[in-house]
């Protein structure tokens, strides 16, 4: 244990930022006139006693000026929360190198790995102005996270280790102690991601729709006037951090929601609070709006191609590369950058083992089935007719460049052969045959497999269809039924979608210390096993406890990783948890690595030419901090 204390300080003074000399802030240009008026503190007032100095030359980066307007597209309304993505102001947040690091908290200490005490910044605001201090932690884990009415379910899962619920308390305004009997590996990572963990709440603001806090006349009123039933409606409303659609809602990003009412157009303005400057004293972030419009998913690229954005890789996909490059050669004011894309694949389909239909729930939970489903895809034809031959043929593993790469894993049962998927589906009895040669179900009827999709990405419908010719040789009708989203999505959850394609897990890159439990039934995300998620995410309240031996495995590894410290052990249980996925085909991966197109306006700086597109860990454009983007002679905005 003493070892353990040891090396876990010795990661954290390297992980944790050294503090820059602090230098003489600078008055924004945006803000001028509020402060001119006194209707805004000058700078030396909005920012924290202790802000996060950046030394943009040590990270090899040019220092920008402030100003000018950053536009870029959605194909959502909802999809306004990018900006918490992109912004990516976070307790701690994973830096360029994938290092935890220190960001909105000052530092951070770590005893045993189970007890973390969190320093805020003095004089951390939020972006109204209003302090920032250990009572918004207070609010949450006492109003909100313990509120049976706000969380019904109780307190995050997240929050539970080893059946005891995290101790959190809070000594002063400026420190927070959360801690566990037992290590908690994964609670850092939790509140780096690009969906995070909100440990806190804007009190001030939030309190006038909590019943504890406002009286009953007053909160009736506010709930006739939004039209809900019950103050728990109300104040879920209001209480979106990660949405970001509540532009009265307080927020420690980078920019704040400025737009008014619900558009196409939605605006973004610098957070007059930030808590970060460069070493030169200019607050951050250098851009002054952030434009998002949105738009169908169709027109994106076309878009982008005539120069209407200056940030762009949500909605293009490997084909755009092509028009993209056309339009930069034919004189387009942009570059379009290459990034390495992190996902474990591109194209990945999900067969659901949870599905409603008990015949086919039968069918699907036979590996057998699977594997025939993986033999029976041509990836080599596929890699060819979509990505010229650039992407990488196999299924669903660990990413090359990651140490957990194993070519077997990769090439199981993921080489094309239909006469071994063939052979599979005989042993399986399903012989017989329509008199087009589809099989038949065990109860005679034919076998059409239902690929679900979110009908966002063409690549993905024409892989598809060549599935559907390579399936067929082996008497499968595919039908494909493209989808909304959300609707998608709550299909796999309630077990009324037989299967599903979507990309492949978002970290295809993991390390020793990455936490495996996205290879283990833990979250309904993951379209194959949607109900045994939801009996974890719920403590077994909902959903179905995991009834298959290698599922039960796959959990058993999660925790046995969760409860050692020894970085071996750690590395032995993930080649484990890989290889029973290669195995089991629980995610029929398709290609993996093909480049993610990135559309950049010339005059924008300090984007990196090569870099990494990934979710989690980073946030898409987060990790690669959008607030240190800046435009050559930027058009100084004036505030509205």
Same mark, same amino acid.
């Given at each position: 244990?003493?070892?353990?204390?040891?090396?876990?300080?010795?990661?954290?003074?390297?992980?944790?930022?050294?503090?820059?000399?602090?230098?003489?802030?600078?008055?924004?240009?945006?803000?001028?006139?509020?402060?001119?008026?006194?209707?805004?503190?000058?700078?030396?007032?909005?920012?924290?006693?202790?802000?996060?100095?950046?030394?943009?030359?040590?990270?090899?980066?040019?220092?920008?000026?402030?100003?000018?307007?950053? @536009?870029?597209?959605?194909? @959502?309304?909802?999809?306004?929360?990018?900006?918490?993505?992109?912004?990516?102001?976070?307790?701690?947040?994973?830096?360029?190198?994938?290092?935890?690091?220190?960001?909105?908290?000052?530092?951070?200490?770590?005893?045993? /790995?189970?007890?973390?005490? !969190?320093?805020?910044?003095? =004089?951390?605001?939020?972006?109204?102005?209003?302090?920032?201090?250990?009572?918004?932690?207070?609010?949450?884990?006492?109003?909100?996270?313990?509120?049976?009415?706000?969380?019904?379910?109780?307190?995050?899962?997240?929050?539970?280790?080893?059946?005891?619920?995290?101790?959190?308390?809070?000594?002063?305004?400026?420190?927070?102690?959360?801690?566990?009997?037992?290590?908690?590996?994964?609670?850092?990572?939790?509140?780096?991601?690009? $969906?995070?963990?909100?440990?806190?709440?804007?009190?001030?603001?939030?309190?006038?729709?909590?019943?504890?806090?406002?009286?009953?006349?007053?909160?009736?009123?506010?709930?006739?006037?939004?039209?809900?039933?019950?103050?728990?409606? !109300?104040?879920?409303?209001? +209480?979106?951090?990660?949405?970001?659609?509540?532009?009265?809602?307080?927020?420690?990003?980078?920019?704040?929601?400025?737009?008014?009412?619900? $558009?196409?157009?939605?605006?973004?303005?610098?957070?007059?609070?930030?808590?970060?400057?460069?070493?030169?004293?200019?607050?951050?972030?250098?851009? +002054?709006?952030?434009?998002?419009?949105?738009? /169908?998913?169709?027109? &994106?690229?076309?878009?982008?191609?005539?120069?209407?954005?200056?940030?762009?890789?949500?909605?293009?996909?490997?084909?755009?590369?092509?028009?993209?490059?056309?339009?930069?050669?034919?004189?387009?004011?942009?570059?379009?950058?290459?990034? #390495?894309?992190?996902?474990?694949? %591109?194209?990945?389909?999900?067969?659901?083992?949870?599905?409603?239909?008990?015949?086919?729930?039968?069918? &699907?939970?036979?590996?057998?089935?699977?594997?025939?489903?993986?033999?029976?895809?041509?990836? @080599?034809?596929?890699?060819?007719?979509?990505?010229?031959?650039? #992407?990488?043929?196999?299924?669903?593993?660990?990413?090359?460049?990651?140490?957990?790469?194993?070519?077997?894993?990769?090439?199981?049962?993921? &080489?094309?052969?239909?006469?071994?998927?063939?052979?599979?589906?005989?042993?399986?009895?399903?012989?017989?045959?329509?008199?087009?040669?589809?099989?038949?179900?065990?109860?005679?009827?034919?076998?059409?497999?239902?690929?679900?999709?979110?009908?966002?990405? %063409?690549?993905?419908?024409?892989?598809?269809?060549?599935?559907?010719?390579?399936?067929?040789?082996?008497?499968?009708?595919?039908?494909?039924?493209?989808?909304?989203?959300?609707?998608?999505?709550? @299909?796999?959850?309630?077990?009324? $979608?037989?299967?599903?394609?979507?990309?492949?897990?978002?970290? =295809?890159?993991?390390?020793?210390?990455?936490?495996?439990?996205? !290879?283990?039934?833990?979250? %309904?995300?993951?379209?194959?096993?949607?109900?045994?998620?939801?009996?974890?995410?719920? =403590?077994?309240?909902?959903?179905?406890?995991?009834?298959?031996?290698?599922?039960?495995?796959?959990?058993?590894?999660?925790?046995?990783?969760?409860?050692?410290?020894?970085?071996?052990?750690? #590395?032995?249980?993930?080649?484990?948890?890989?290889?029973?996925?290669?195995?089991?085909?629980?995610?029929?991966? &398709?290609?993996?690595?093909?480049? %993610?197109?990135?559309?950049?306006?010339?005059?924008?700086?300090?984007?990196?030419?090569?870099?990494?597109?990934?979710?989690?860990?980073?946030?898409?454009?987060?990790?690669?901090?959008?607030?240190?983007?800046?435009?050559?002679?930027?058009?100084?905005? !004036?505030?509205?």
């Amino acid at each position: 244990m003493f070892r353990f204390i040891c090396l876990f300080l010795i990661w954290l003074a390297l992980t944790l930022p050294a503090q820059a000399d602090m230098p003489e802030p600078q008055e924004s240009s945006f803000w001028q006139k509020e402060v001119g008026n006194g209707s805004l503190p000058p700078v030396q007032q909005r920012i924290p006693q202790e802000p996060l100095v950046i030394d943009l030359a040590a990270k090899g980066r040019t220092f920008g000026e402030q100003g000018g307007t950053l @536009r870029t597209l959605v194909s @959502r309304s909802k999809d306004v929360r990018q900006m918490v993505v992109y912004g990516y102001a976070r307790l701690v947040g994973y830096d360029q190198n994938y290092k935890l690091r220190a960001d909105i908290l000052r530092d951070i200490e770590v005893v045993e /790995g189970r007890k973390f005490t !969190l320093h805020l910044r003095k =004089g951390h605001r939020w972006s109204d102005g209003h302090p920032f201090t250990s009572a918004d932690f207070e609010y949450y884990w006492k109003h909100v996270a313990q509120n049976t009415e706000l969380s019904p379910a109780g307190p995050p899962q997240h929050m539970i280790v080893d059946g005891v619920l995290a101790d959190v308390t809070f000594p002063d305004a400026h420190t927070v102690v959360v801690e566990w009997p037992t290590p908690n590996p994964q609670f850092l990572q939790l509140l780096a991601q690009a $969906s995070p963990f909100f440990l806190y709440r804007p009190a001030h603001y939030l309190k006038q729709f909590h019943t504890d806090f406002t009286d009953a006349k007053t909160l009736k009123k506010a709930i006739k006037k939004a039209r809900v039933r019950a103050w728990a409606a !109300l104040h879920n409303d209001r +209480d979106n951090m990660y949405k970001f659609d509540n532009p009265d809602l307080p927020t420690l990003q980078p920019w704040m929601n400025a737009s008014g009412t619900k $558009s196409s157009r939605n605006l973004f303005v610098r957070n007059p609070y930030y808590h970060r400057i460069d070493a030169k004293g200019v607050q951050l972030p250098y851009i +002054d709006i952030v434009e998002m419009t949105i738009v /169908g998913g169709g027109l &994106i690229a076309a878009k982008a191609n005539a120069g209407e954005v200056d940030l762009q890789a949500r909605g293009l996909d490997f084909p755009d590369i092509s028009i993209l490059k056309k339009g930069e050669a034919d004189g387009g004011d942009y570059k379009t950058l290459l990034w #390495a894309n992190g996902a474990a694949n %591109q194209i990945a389909i999900y067969p659901n083992l949870n599905f409603a239909d008990p015949v086919w729930r039968e069918v &699907i939970r036979d590996v057998r089935f699977r594997r025939a489903l993986s033999l029976g895809i041509d990836r @080599r034809m596929i890699n060819r007719a979509l990505y010229f031959g650039l #992407a990488k043929e196999g299924g669903m593993t660990a990413l090359a460049k990651s140490p957990f790469f194993d070519p077997a894993n990769l090439f199981s049962w993921s &080489i094309y052969y239909p006469a071994k998927a063939n052979a599979l589906l005989n042993e399986m009895g399903l012989i017989e045959r329509t008199a087009d040669g589809i099989r038949k179900l065990h109860d005679g009827r034919p076998m059409e497999f239902v690929i679900e999709t979110a009908g966002e990405r %063409q690549e993905v419908e024409n892989a598809l269809a060549i599935i559907t010719d390579t399936w067929r040789e082996i008497g499968i009708k595919l039908v494909m039924r493209p989808l909304d989203r959300d609707i998608l999505r709550n @299909r796999v959850y309630s077990g009324l $979608s037989m299967s599903a394609v979507w990309f492949g897990w978002d970290n =295809g890159l993991p390390q020793a210390y990455t936490p495996p439990e996205y !290879l283990a039934p833990t979250h %309904q995300e993951f379209f194959a096993w949607p109900k045994w998620g939801q009996y974890y995410q719920t =403590g077994g309240e909902v959903g179905e406890k995991p009834d298959m031996p290698e599922a039960q495995r796959l959990m058993q590894l999660s925790w046995d990783w969760d409860h050692t410290t020894d970085v071996e052990k750690r #590395a032995e249980i993930w080649r484990e948890m890989l290889a029973i996925h290669a195995d089991q085909q629980y995610g029929i991966g &398709i290609l993996a690595e093909a480049p %993610q197109p990135v559309v950049v306006s010339k005059r924008l700086r300090n984007v990196p030419e090569v870099a990494k597109w990934a979710w989690d860990p980073g946030a898409h454009f987060g990790i690669h901090r959008v607030d240190e983007f800046y435009y050559d002679e930027p058009f100084q905005q !004036l505030s509205q």
